[in-house]
């Protein structure tokens, strides 16, 4: 079965850029999506189709995908970003997630 | 707004079978996937499987053999009963709305979930 794989924590200083990986054999070919959540709370979408961002979500969240990772940037992060963030594709009309990442603001 | 919520028993015994119902307000659940997601506490998400409004589903393989899921287009629900549970099926439970196209787009996310809801399994 297909599997991604993500670094279990990232860290960032505040208003500096994090990068979050999702890595999985040819992932470029297929569609990452990526969630942010807080404790307590459901996911939600910040990144879809690899680039694109919903209305209502900042614009220092980013994405890319190609070769075999796919990457969430967030630009000028902010104390608010500190969160779980999971990567999400299909592979075979089945859902994969990755591990999540937790985010460190400091 | 579209609004889900998940609504069953909290604790089900070993052995026995999970069931949980989603409820769709705000919005009609034709023309849509739905998905049920879970977490397991302090763990990360599993995709469980979804089911189109027509009734036509998809399971995750490790789970199929337990997972069966059905829709009421009449009271906007959907549902989802997991047989056989074990203490590996403690979980918070989430449903969602999945934007996925058809069944070969694999572009599809999930834009509005419920709450979710934690389910014990325990004697």
């Known amino acids: 079965s297909y599997e991604v794989t993500q670094p279990p924590s990232v860290s960032v200083s505040p208003g500096q850029t994090a990068s979050i990986t999702c890595s999985g054999d040819?992932?470029?070919?297929?569609?990452a999506s990526w969630y942010q959540q807080k404790p307590g709370q459901f996911p939600v979408v910040v990144i879809y189709?690899?680039?694109k961002r919903p209305s209502g979500i900042p614009e220092r969240f980013s994405g890319s995908n190609s070769g075999n990772t796919a990457t969430l940037t967030i630009s000028g992060t902010q104390v608010m970003d500190e969160a779980n963030y999971y990567c999400?594709?299909?592979?075979?009309?089945?859902?994969?997630f990755g591990g999540g990442t937790q985010l460190t603001v400091l | 707004q579209v609004q889900l919520q998940e609504s069953g028993p909290r604790l089900v015994k070993p052995s026995e079978t999970l069931s949980l119902t989603c409820t769709v307000s705000?919005?009609?659940?034709?023309?849509?996937?739905w998905s049920w997601i879970r977490q397991p506490p302090g763990k990360g998400l599993e995709w469980i499987g979804y089911?189109?409004?027509?009734?036509?589903?998809n399971y995750n393989p490790s789970l199929k053999s337990r997972v069966t899921m059905s829709v009421d287009t009449s009271k906007n629900q959907f549902s989802l009963q997991l047989t056989s549970v074990t203490a590996a099926d403690t979980a918070v439970y989430f449903c969602?709305?999945?934007?996925?196209?058809?069944?070969?787009?694999?572009?599809?996310?999930?834009?509005?979930w419920g709450l979710g809801t934690l389910v014990t399994v325990s004697s």
């Open positions: 969602t709305r999945d934007l996925r196209k058809n069944y070969y787009d694999n572009s599809g996310y999930y834009d509005y």
């Open positions: 705000g919005g009609s659940i034709r023309s849509y996937y």
């Open positions: 089911i189109y409004y027509t009734g036509s589903t």
């Open positions: 040819k992932l470029g070919d297929k569609y």
């Open positions: 189709q690899d680039t």
């Open positions: 999400q594709v299909w592979d075979s009309s089945t859902v994969v």
